[in-house]
């Protein structure tokens, strides 16, 4: 069975503290991992990231995937209190359509 | 730009009652889902659809039947709504063409009772 796990399942920090958010995954025939921010409603693409190694950054978070360890991390720097949300990762598969396969999500809260 | 267009916004629902959630996209994307995002058990796929005409299932489909008859509409159907169905439904688009990424709509909260 395909299995993504995320960790912490929640976290709470200070404003200005950095934050690492984990995925690892069993699956089979992977293609892709992605993370989405899910704030009140709909969650938001965030990064798409395919090979090893290779760190995506948009502004104060980056991604970076190990596809021989099977995880991705999520950094956040400088975190805002705007950074509330959960965070969701998502693997994709290789099987003649594109599914995803979704974490249970990390609930991140920015205190002031 | 609408992006994806789900309706209604929150439902409350009698057990064994039907009733269809309506999903709209404007991006003209080849491949639509349709999820449940439960407490604890994140986002998991109910039915998808990679072309108009076509439909295949995910991995909750129980209780649940989709059409795809054109490009932009993909209604999720429960023929008798249960409590267990209770839930918040997201459907989602992706450019079969391009990458994996998927874009959200907004969600329906559904209330069974």
């Known amino acids: 069975e395909d299995k993504v796990v995320q960790s912490p399942l929640s976290l709470v920090v200070h404003e200005g503290d950095t934050v690492t958010l984990n995925c690892s995954y069993e699956v089979t025939n992977f293609r892709s991992l992605l993370w989405y921010k899910q704030e009140k409603k709909a969650p938001t693409f965030l990064f798409m990231l395919?090979?090893?190694?290779i760190e995506k950054k948009s502004g104060r978070l980056s991604s970076i995937l190990d596809k021989k360890e099977l995880f991705s991390i999520l950094n956040i720097t400088a975190t805002q209190t705007g950074d509330s949300a959960v965070y969701l990762c998502a693997v994709g598969l290789i099987q003649g359509a594109q599914k995803l396969v979704f974490g249970q999500g990390t609930r991140l809260t920015i205190n002031p | 730009t609408a992006g994806i267009t789900q309706a209604p916004t929150s439902q409350i629902l009698a057990a064994g009652r039907s009733m269809t959630l309506r999903c709209t996209q404007d991006m003209r994307h080849n491949a639509m889902y349709w999820y449940r995002q439960d407490l604890g058990l994140g986002l998991r796929l109910i039915h998808y659809s990679n072309t108009a005409g076509t439909t295949g299932k995910g991995e909750v489909p129980d209780g649940y039947s989709v059409s795809r008859a054109n490009t932009d509409d993909f209604p999720l159907t429960l023929a008798s709504a249960v409590p267990s169905q209770t839930s918040v439904y997201f459907c989602?688009?992706?450019?079969?063409?391009?990458?994996?990424?998927?874009?959200f709509g907004p969600g329906t909260r559904l209330t069974v009772l």
């Open positions: 395919t090979s090893s190694g």
């Open positions: 989602a688009s992706s450019d079969s063409h391009s990458t994996d990424t998927q874009y």
